[in-house]
């Protein structure tokens, strides 16, 4: 959900105020990145299930790494 509702929410605020095309590319990456991988620490340390979190932060990096570029277009599209 992170990966797609972020950087959507974001492209509509950017639009509404008028951001430039540079802040709104720079913005999209920001948002349409994956979690943080210190989670993984945190939940070993806590006795969390760190192997479950990890399985999320892979596959949350490789669906990043195949939709940030589509976000980037996407944004063009807007004309941002």
Known sequence: MRLALCPVIFLAAALMI???????????????????????????????????????????TVLAALTLPLWLIFAGFLGA
């Open 18 to 60: 008028g951001l430039p095309a540079g802040q709104v590319a720079s913005g999209v990456l920001a948002t349409a990145a994956p979690g943080a991988p210190v989670g993984y620490i945190l939940a070993r340390q806590m006795g969390g299930d760190a192997d479950f979190y990890a399985a999320i932060f892979t596959w949350q």
